[in-house]
């Protein structure tokens, strides 16, 4: 067996393929036998498993202790008002949360990976999970393997199996008998490199090798930026919280009030710093922002990835398909000297015709420019096209005369080539160094005009040769260049420009030689800053990239393993990343990136690898993306910074004035009052309008400014607080209930009106916030305001306070607005 995967095989079952495929009612009934074919079952859309993580919370079981304190000491009113506090947050939260991962769902399957199937006696594409054992799959070069499967028929089939084994080169599979060992299957998990093969499903799910790994092989993924704000900011909250609320408690205890009611007034406090609407206003901004990209043909499979995408200040892409049509013409055929050459067409079209991976659009330019096919050519072998390489060789025959015939980057096959064959000549030159300088010259030319060129060569090997391998790629002789134009897109020229406009540097990272990307950024107005090859990069160790990378905008002859270093690099330099790709030879650069992108047309191993789904291959929707996802973020803090200025400066006044005041400045039950109508007028906060500023410069969390502005706003609050506190007593000499009323009302007029005043970093007159927004606030005010003065009063502690002190009020609640 193959190293690594001898240990823990699964045994495949007795399975046999059916004529014609599985009937449905007999995949349906091995379909309810076997299960879904996934590794584990998904949980994600049970409101039961949602309400359970969030009775875990610690914020919440603080709250819940706090009903069960009130309980236990006879407030019943705290009790309901903490239970109605705890029950409104976690069913808005679950209930909100649900609706946006059935969105979110709905959305991931629009783009959702499909599996060629034969049922019934046709080829169908079914998602992974409804296949069972049985059935018989297609695979091709690009495709993901969805279960374990026994080889059928296989065509110079290579699997990438590194997720099982670690072993990164692709290992080459053939057809055999149940006996054969893994040479005969591919395995869940792996990738077809190049090839198309025939199997038949043994294996789905939990019994899969990869299954029977799982566990071993399951690692918490590496938290994102958004994931690691947010904790950031909760642990800042938890902090707070605790130094505050033991320093009211024991200066309670110091002044020698009572236990019970100084214990509930420190819990009152703890509800009232705990942002427990956080991750529902989470929840619905990133799924809002999800359904408003995917108008703008972008589907967003990990909801964080909203925020990565706004924050991002640094995008990494290939140029074709998104600075150029990807509408590449086969335009010329010349020898070394640049003279037209067909031997050239000849050549590559054998190559092409018979290459089984998966075909570049320079193949299909070439299998276009010639209709008519290799006549009279039968394939024998190939070597598959691999990134370090950078070629591929195919050997065929014709009329008893093996070659084998090399296509790849020209500088490559160059090296490996002695002679050269000149347009019209019938024997082969020596590549002699004159030769050589001529041919980089002819290059360098065609390279200048913005082409693109790929190297043919040839070999004639022994007529009874069986097989090729890398040490056949020598002695060749050189044919001359295919030349190959992919015109320049009309939009990418604007689309650029709204990146850079948006405060994204656009990095070009490709596997083309030097002179054909300078010529497309020229062409579209993209200013190179500097330049580096593949060759240099890896002459630095990864250190001197990072201190580099900054000062390079295109990256040029790169294979996928220099793609990655890139993309690291820049993440060590502080950036935050998105890689835009849909080949192969990108996912390893979507996986290290922060934000993951690629299109609908890409290949299944970038779509599995991505976070976002680029319905329509254009740097434009990218532009509209961004300003989507800080539309997200941006509400998000909206939120944060509601809960860190007033609301903490009206806590922290609470706090402070049982040092000074005969009386609590509110009874819990108010607090519990006060906390519960501030989170409903906070409900609608992430469907508000953003200003243009907002989206105008990438956004991360930053919490030396989140703790600054808590910091200065909640002092201002604090203040305006004190002065207050001295209207009341030494003007309007308020008694207990009195003044616990007359603050209540402003402390809810400030602490939810100021919302006007944050959400924005204009003038609250000039930006509108939604309607929503504004009809809740203004209601919860009212509310707030009218209350004492009705027969649900008295329960909570109210007492109608005389009508001098509300003008007094509204004066100052104007002016700390």
């Not at 934000?595 to 779509?607: C, E, N, W």
């Not at 944060?640 to 049982?658: D, I, L, P, R």
């Not at 203040?719 to 209207?727: C, G, N, P, Q, R």
Request: aromatic share 6%.
């Amino acid at each position: 067996m193959q190293d690594g995967l001898a240990s823990g095989a699964v045994r495949p079952p007795d399975t046999e393929p059916q004529e014609g495929g599985l009937a449905p009612d007999e995949a349906a009934r091995r379909l309810a036998r076997y299960g879904p074919n996934a590794l584990a079952p998904s949980s994600r859309t049970r409101w039961w498993h949602s309400l359970g993580e969030r009775l875990r919370n610690p914020l919440v079981l603080v709250l819940l202790a706090a009903a069960g304190v009130s309980a236990a000491t006879g407030e019943r009113g705290s009790f309901l008002l903490i239970g109605a506090v705890v029950a409104m947050s976690l069913a808005i939260d679950t209930i909100q949360e649900s609706r946006a991962n059935r969105a979110a769902d709905d959305l991931e399957a629009r783009v959702a990976l499909k599996v060629q199937v034969l049922r019934d006696g046709r080829e169908t594409e079914l998602p992974p999970a409804a296949l069972v054992p049985g059935d018989v799959l297609r695979l091709s070069a690009g495709s993901l393997v969805p279960a374990d499967a026994r080889l059928l028929e296989a065509t110079h089939l290579f699997v990438n199996e590194a997720l099982l084994t670690g072993e990164a080169f692709p290992v080459e599979k053939s057809a055999g008998a149940k006996d054969a060992g893994d040479a005969a299957l591919v395995f869940m998990g792996s990738s077809v490199v190049s090839g198309t093969a025939r199997c038949l499903v043994v294996a789905t799910g939990p019994r899969t090798r990869l299954g029977a790994i799982a566990g071993a092989l399951a690692r918490e993924p590496p938290p994102t930026a958004f994931t690691l704000g947010l904790r950031r900011f909760g642990m800042l909250i938890v902090r707070l919280t605790i130094l505050l609320v033991l320093s009211v408690l024991f200066a309670n205890l110091l002044f020698g009030r009572p236990l019970v009611e100084s214990f509930l007034f420190a819990l009152a406090l703890t509800v009232g710093l705990t942002p427990e609407l956080l991750p529902m206003v989470v929840t619905v901004t990133l799924a809002h922002g999800a359904m408003r990209l995917s108008a703008r043909e972008v589907i967003v499979k990990r909801l964080s990835a909203i925020h990565d995408l706004g924050s991002m200040d640094v995008l990494c892409s290939d140029k074709t398909g998104t600075l150029t049509e990807a509408r590449i013409a086969l335009v010329d055929e010349v020898d070394i000297a640049g003279a037209s050459s067909g031997a050239v067409l000849d050549w590559a079209r054998v190559n092409a015709a018979f290459e089984t991976g998966l075909k570049s659009p320079l193949d299909e330019a070439i299998l276009a420019a010639s209709p008519s096919g290799p006549e009279g050519w039968r394939k024998i072998d190939e070597v598959p096209f691999d990134f370090e390489r950078r070629r591929i060789s195919v050997l065929a025959e014709r009329e008893g005369r093996r070659c084998l015939v090399v296509k790849g980057a020209p500088d490559d096959v160059l090296a490996l080539s002695s002679r050269h064959l000149r347009a019209g000549a019938s024997q082969p030159e020596p590549l002699d160094a004159a030769a050589r300088a001529l041919a980089k010259a002819t290059f360098e030319a065609i390279g200048s005009k913005g082409c693109r060129a790929l190297g043919v060569a040839w070999r004639e090997v022994e007529p009874d040769r069986s097989h090729a391998d890398l040490a056949d790629e020598r002695d060749l002789v050189f044919a001359g260049f295919a030349v190959f134009l992919d015109p320049p897109k009309a939009s990418a020229r604007e689309a650029v420009a709204s990146l850079a406009a948006l405060g994204v540097a656009l990095k070009i990272v490709t596997g083309d030689d030097e002179r054909v990307t300078r010529h497309v950024c020229e062409t579209l107005g993209l200013p190179v800053a500097g330049v580096a090859t593949g060759p240099e990069l890896d002459a630095l160790t990864d250190e001197a990239l990072m201190m580099r990378v900054d000062a390079v905008n295109v990256f040029c002859r790169i294979n996928p393993t220099q793609k990655a270093r890139i993309v690291r690099a820049l993440r060590r330099r502080g950036h935050v990343v998105g890689y835009l790709g849909d080949g192969i030879n990108d996912a390893p650069s979507l996986q290290a990136a922060d934000a993951g992108l690629s299109v609908d047309g890409a290949v299944d191993v970038a779509k599995e690898a991505a976070s976002l789904i680029l319905l329509r291959n254009d740097l434009g929707v990218l532009a509209e993306a961004v300003r989507e996802g800080r539309w997200a973020f941006s509400n998000i803090m909206k939120y944060v910074m509601m809960g860190t200025s007033s609301n903490f400066g009206n806590m922290f006044s609470m706090a402070g004035g049982v040092l000074f005041l005969p009386f609590l400045p509110m009874l819990p039950v108010q607090i519990l009052l006060n906390n519960l109508l501030y989170d409903v007028s906070e409900i609608p906060i992430p469907l508000d309008r953003v200003d243009r500023e907002d989206v105008a410069r990438p956004h991360g969390w930053d919490m030396g400014f989140v703790r600054d502005f808590m910091l200065t706003l909640g002092s201002v609050s604090s203040v305006f607080d004190a002065l207050t506190f001295a209207l009341l007593l030494l003007v309007f000499h308020a008694g207990e209930a009195t003044f616990q009323t007359a603050w209540f009302m402003e402390s809810m007029a400030t602490q939810v009106l100021v919302v006007f005043v944050i959400r924005t970093r204009g003038s609250p007159l000039a930006s509108r916030p939604s309607p929503a927004l504004a009809v809740t606030a203004l209601v919860v005010v009212a509310t707030a305001l009218f209350l004492p003065f009705t027969p649900l009063g008295p329960p909570f502690g109210f007492h109608a306070p005389p009508l001098a002190v509300l003008p007094a009020l509204g004066l100052m609640t104007a002016l700390y607005l």
